[in-house]
């Protein structure tokens, strides 16, 4: 394509017409005059493909829809939107697109994070466009300031509030001291879950954006199967009343760092000081917040799900990849020049809470503060609640590896001055940690 073709009108395909395609659909034809000036063309919708053609949906003018995905695919428009989720037929079907000379704007995480590879390659064969901001974090502007704004600086960690569902269910659980059954019978019964509720409860949603940001912020190949993933069905009620008393508030956060030895990446309930910007984002809100060498610290904040939001961050990578073909350019392709090797989570270093019920006579402080210090954990601060058969331990240590925390755990189970441990998390986000 050469900016001879300037004023030419734009062809956009739509793949899926569920909530986000709905949304695109409409936003594509009420704008179209706003699209025109922002991109140099018209851009005209020309199809929406769909499993169900019986089904109704609104503003997506009905002689636009078609069940033939594989010719909408193929069809060769500038731009063909990819909003079906899934591996497969999307992987294929993005596939024909990129064959057929269509540049994609994709949303789908699931796939980018088991096999983006396979799509960056089809697209630099093929010379098209790829872009994906939907993917993660919905509506938040993120993986482009990753791709290009921070294209000059070196990300050292990303830490990300990316599950919008479990940030509702855990901020219930900080603010009304309910238990986690209870929220998540509210979030099942709002709707706010997945079909599948565990990709959300129990991670998997948060580790494939966490593979997707890591690979862009380290400039090193990433997939889901790299990414250590713990849900958040454990986390208690007595947990959450433990982290308000230290001044803490649980989070499940996708942190991605970079280390002298690699790359960590992981998902996990996290323990994070009151005072983090990232405590402050509650109920179904996601943010992100990046370390970078030069800049420092950032945050990017927004609305993570919904029809209107994913479709904002559709829309914007729609125009820039509308502009690129009106312009005769491309946009980045894959970046993993860095190699960087992905760590296993025994690597990763961090603090950690301990939640012990104990015994409560002379010496069982010493037996337990033997089992961190025979692992070599070092204890930061120690905190002892009720007496008697209500004796609790609180422990937050320093810096430790994870092989070392689950050794300690190990011998810490086996003491019979310990009860039972009541709950292990990990501690992010205070000053030097
Ligand atoms: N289930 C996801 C969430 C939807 O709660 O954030 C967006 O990927």
Known sequence: MSSADLGRPLTVALLGGGTVGASVARLLIESARDLEERVGAPVVLTAVAVRDVAKDRPGIPADLITSDVHAVASSGADIVVEVMGGIEPARTLILEAMAAGSS???????????????????????????????????????????????????????????????NFMLTKMDEEGVEYSDVFEEAMSLGYLEADPSLDIDGHDAAAKAAILAELAFHTRVTLDDVYCEGISHVTSGDVRAAQQMGFVIKLLAVAERTDEGVIVRVHPTMLPRSHPLAAVRGSFNAVFIEAESAGQMMFYGRGAGGDPTASAVMGDLVTAARNRVVGGLGPGESTYNNLPVLPIGDASTRYYVNLSVADRPGVLASIASAFSDNGVSIQVVRQD??????????????ASDAALRKTVEQLSGLDTVRQVLGVMRVEGEAGA
């Open 104 to 166: 994609v704007v994709t949303a789908n995480k699931a796939l980018l994070a088991a096999d983006g590879a396979t799509l960056y390659e089809a697209a630099g064969r093929n010379g098209v466009d790829l872009y994906f901001e939907a993917a993660v974090a919905g509506a938040i502007p993120l993986l482009r300031p990753l791709r290009e704004s921070l294209a000059g600086d070196r990300v050292t960690k990303v830490l990300g509030i990316v599950n919008g569902s479990t």
């Open 386 to 399: 009720g007496h008697g058969d209500e004796a609790g331990l609180i422990v937050r240590t320093h810096r």
